[in-house]
């Protein structure tokens, strides 16, 4: 139980594209939802929260007109990188945690690794 | 501000070669310190709630152990498969997110 996917897990796209990220509950229902980032050799960083049904909040520092977030049904939110650039170039990672679970844990997807050129 | 701090931040061990990892947190009001495996190139794999000081929780060779300032993964035993980076998090009063330590990787030689 408790698996969460993301399509796709590897994507190559030219500088100035859009990329859309998916994130699945595939067994479970997920009001909230977490988009992170990760570096290499470096923890997660969360760059957003979304809530099914409304606007995303932002963490500081993070673009929201780039990185377009939407949670349109309880099982899946999408993140879309705008225009990318190089330095966009990274890993991504979501997360869900069960409506019902209370303070329960956040499962996270197999991630996605972005590279733009 | 919540704060988690792993420590060490790197460790190699032998096969069957036990040790514990450690991870103090600040946190206002938990809710919740969290216990995650991570491989290269995957996403966090969740092994362990811990919600109150003094509550203990085991998975095969892992035991996770919580007090009021610090939380440890102990790893009995060890095998070359227990070898990956081990993430601590905490959910404070009042919010959704987790903070993260830093990480620890370990490495465990056959």
């Known amino acids: 139980g408790a698996v969460v996917s993301q399509h796709p897990s590897w994507v190559i796209c030219k500088s100035g594209t859009s990329v859309k990220i998916e994130c699945r509950s595939l067994?479970?229902?997920?009001?909230?939802m977490f988009w992170y980032r990760q570096f290499p050799k470096q923890s997660l960083m969360l760059m957003a929260t979304?809530?099914?049904?409304?606007?995303?909040?932002?963490e500081q520092g993070v673009e929201k007109d780039k990185f377009l977030i939407n949670h349109a049904s309880l099982t899946l939110s999408t993140l879309t990188v705008t225009s990318a650039h190089p330095e966009d170039s990274s890993f991504y990672i979501c997360?869900?945690?069960?409506?019902?679970?209370?303070?329960?844990?956040?499962?996270f997807g197999p991630g996605t690794r972005l590279l733009v050129l | 501000e919540d704060q988690v701090t792993q420590s060490p931040e790197a460790l190699r061990l032998q096969e069957g070669e036990s040790s514990s990892l450690n991870c103090s947190y600040t946190?206002?009001?938990?809710?919740?310190l969290f216990w995650y495996r991570q491989d290269p190139g995957k996403g966090p794999e969740f092994l362990f709630t811990?919600?109150?000081a003094g509550e203990e929780k085991e998975k095969e060779r892992l035991k996770a152990t919580l007090t009021k300032k610090e939380s440890f993964l102990h790893i009995t035993a060890p095998k070359p498969e227990d070898s990956a980076t081990y993430l601590c998090?905490?959910?404070?009063?009042?919010?959704?997110?987790?903070?993260f330590g830093k990480g620890m990787k370990l490495t465990v030689n056959p």
């Open positions: 946190v206002s009001g938990l809710r919740g």
């Open positions: 979304s809530n099914e049904g409304s606007k995303a909040t932002y």
């Open positions: 811990l919600y109150s």
């Open positions: 997360s869900a945690r069960d409506r019902t679970g209370g303070d329960g844990p956040q499962y």
């Open positions: 998090a905490v959910q404070g009063g009042g919010s959704e997110k987790l903070v």
């Open positions: 067994d479970f229902q997920a009001t909230t």
